[in-house]
Structures are given as C-alpha cells and as structure tokens.
C-alpha cells in the first residue's frame, strides 16, 4: 500500500510540473522502478501480553567413534528427543517482551552398543517408572532421574524490541551434572553438545531465528554471528547466513547455513584432546508475518572432530537435527463489558 502511494505521488508530482513528454517519461519509468522493487518485509516479533503459543520440538542425533589402531573403541550413539512447548507473553512494552517458556511434555529415546533407554513423561505411570518394558531398565531408570525434572520446568526469558534474546533464567530442568553425563554417554566425547539442548538453545530456536534488522526483501540476505564461549573444546563462532527467499500470504520462507570455527587462529588445544575439524548448519524456517511469530523451522547440523586419548588417535562424527512445529496459539481472551 505505502508503494502503491509512492508511485501515485511520482506521476502526480509530474504532472503538475512536467512541461515536455521527456519529464513525464522519467517519471513513467521511476514509478516502474518502485514497482518492480520487492517490498519490505516485516520479520520482528509481534507478541501480545497474555498470549500462549505451543509448539513441538523434535532433535534427534546419530554419533560415531571411529579408531583405526583400536576398532573395539568404535561404537555408535543415537539419540532422539520429543518436548512440547508453550510460550507464554508474560508482558510487552516499549523496551521489549517478558516471555516465559514452559516445558509441558518430554519423550527421549537413547541407544548405544550397550543398550536402550526411554522415558516418556506422558506414559501410563508404571511401577518401575515411565520407560517401556523393552527398554534397558537401570539404563532407563537412570535417564528418568534425570530428565524426569524437565516436565513442568519453567524458564523467563526476555527479549529487546528487535527479537534479540537479552536473558534466559531457568535450565530447563536438567542439573549440570546430569547435563555432562548426558552429554558425555550421548554423543562419545564428554562436552559434545548432546541432543538435549540447554533453556537458551531451545529459547533462541524458537525466537531468535530472524534477527538482523527484522526488515528484509524477497531476495535479500543477512549474517548473524553468534560467541560460544566456554566450552570444553574452547571459543568459537558461530557465522550463520540468511536469505529471505518469498514472502506471499503472511508467510515468509527464510533458508539459512552457517559453521563453526575457533574464535583464534591461536587457539590452544582443548584440555580433552580433541579439535573441531568441521560444525556446519543449514535449514530453513517459515515466519508468520501476520503474527509476527515462528511457525517450523528445521535444521541440520554435522559436527566432526579428531583428538586423542591416552595416545590413540580418534575421530568423531555427529549429525544432529532439529524440527520445530507451531502447534496452535491462544490469544488472551478481552475482559468482558461491564453491566449497565
């Protein structure tokens, strides 16, 4: 509509003041200009305070060990995770949004050479807990000590106007140390990120996905980079490309891809041995410009790495991968009139 006018005043203005056909051609062809530039697209966060959003979350991850001089440490992991989801708008204002994510529902199914273990929070309860009779019942029952505080957790998150994630209190319910065991059992090498993400991964898959300058044209792209620090194979970052490919009916499709690299060409090793030889994602995510919110997204990742321990040379590869549904919302109800 603001286009539409644009090219309107053009041709008037012209027409007005044109006093040879050469002007009015000028002006012809700069409203065509303007015509054929794709318009600006929305892509920020529009929430209303009281509003619930569910979604479902599903990542899955296969890992391999691999090692040449000692093939019985080989051995392959999987694991795959199912969370329902709902965001609540806690409250919204000219410095941004008060958000509060809830974990309502965890199924996880984890698989190794040694065994299986499940737990699915939304199973009937049995004596010896949430887990199939199929599955590995001390391996089982491990898991469920901890994961099982997942269901119900809370975490408040709050946002900048633009979207951005400012802080992120809350876990998600898993304790560190339950985190690094998971990790660690999930994936081969302790510190690999596992399949279960921590509150902020799982915070900034549903919100933070635009970023940017939350405007964009059909055909435009943006990079977005992101600091890890910390981690047990040092700091990296994060380099991630996107690219708004259409925009019709309220919706706008955004692919992405990105990778990982040491944050210092000067690196020193990381205390377990091993370095990042490969982290490389690529996916894509609808944005729902009419609510100005996610509606799936999905992703892969693959990560490969080469160490040592105690002397034997290693390598580790993992893909991982990410889907994100947007269930239903429910907007707040309006207060009801008062009686006359």
């Known amino acids: 509509m603001t286009r539409n006018i644009a090219i309107l005043a053009v041709l008037?203005?012209?027409?007005?003041?044109?006093?040879?056909?050469?002007?009015?051609?000028?002006?012809?062809?700069s409203a065509r200009a303007l015509l054929r530039q794709p318009e600006?697209?929305?892509?920020?966060?529009?929430?209303?305070?009281?509003?619930?959003?569910?979604?479902?979350?599903?990542t899955s991850s296969r890992a391999n060990l691999t090692c040449e001089e000692v093939p019985e440490m080989n051995g392959k992991?999987?694991?795959?995770?199912?969370?329902?989801?709902?965001?609540?708008?806690?409250?919204?204002?000219?410095?941004?949004?008060?958000?509060?994510l809830v974990y309502d529902t965890v199924r996880i199914k984890y698989e190794s050479d040694d065994g299986t273990a499940e737990f699915d929070s939304a199973a009937p309860q049995r004596p010896s807990g949430n887990r199939p009779p199929q599955a590995d019942p001390d391996l089982s029952a491990a898991l469920e000590a901890m994961v099982r505080g997942m269901v119900g957790a809370?975490?408040?998150?709050?946002?900048?106007?633009?979207?951005?994630?400012?802080?992120?209190?809350?876990?998600?319910?898993?304790?560190?140390?339950?985190?690094?065991?998971?990790?660690?059992?999930?994936?081969?090498?302790?510190?690999?990120?596992?399949?279960?993400?921590?509150?902020?991964?799982?915070?900034?898959?549903?919100?933070?996905?635009?970023?940017?300058?939350?405007r964009a044209r059909v055909?435009?792209?943006w990079t977005n980079e992101d600091s890890l620090g910390g981690t047990p194979l040092g700091d990296f970052k994060m380099t991630t490309r996107h690219t708004l490919r259409a925009h019709a009916g309220g919706t706008a499709k955004v692919a992405f891809s990105g990778r990982a690299e040491a944050a210092s060409a000067a690196a020193s090793p990381s205390l377990l041995g091993f370095q990042l030889k490969g982290c490389t994602h690529e996916g894509s995510y609808d944005w729902d410009t009419t609510r100005g919110?996610?509606?799936?997204?999905?992703?892969?990742?693959?990560?490969?790495?080469?160490?040592?321990?105690?002397?034997?040379?290693?390598?580790?590869?993992?893909?991982?991968?990410?889907?994100?549904?947007?269930?239903?919302?429910?907007?707040?109800?309006?207060?009801?009139?008062?009686?006359?």
């Open 40 to 58: 600006e697209v929305d892509l920020r966060p529009r929430y209303v305070s009281g509003q619930q959003v569910r979604y479902t979350m599903e």
């Open 219 to 221: 055909g435009e792209s």
């Open 12 to 29: 008037a203005g012209t027409l007005l003041l044109a006093e040879s056909p050469a002007a009015l051609g000028a002006a012809v062809e």
């Open 293 to 340: 919110m996610l509606s799936k997204m999905d992703t892969d990742m693959r990560v490969s790495l080469e160490g040592s321990m105690t002397g034997v040379a290693l390598k580790h590869e993992s893909v991982n991968s990410v889907k994100v549904r947007r269930v239903d919302d429910r907007r707040p109800e309006p207060a009801p009139r008062p009686r006359p």
């Open 77 to 100: 992991q999987a694991m795959s995770q199912a969370l329902g989801l709902t965001l609540r708008v806690l409250e919204t204002n000219s410095d941004g949004t008060t958000l509060e």
């Open 154 to 214: 809370k975490l408040k998150i709050q946002t900048d106007t633009a979207g951005n994630i400012v802080s992120v209190t809350g876990d998600g319910g898993i304790s560190s140390a339950a985190r690094s065991f998971m990790q660690s059992a999930g994936q081969g090498v302790p510190g690999m990120p596992a399949s279960i993400p921590s509150g902020g991964d799982t915070a900034r898959w549903l919100i933070s996905g635009t970023r940017g300058t939350g």
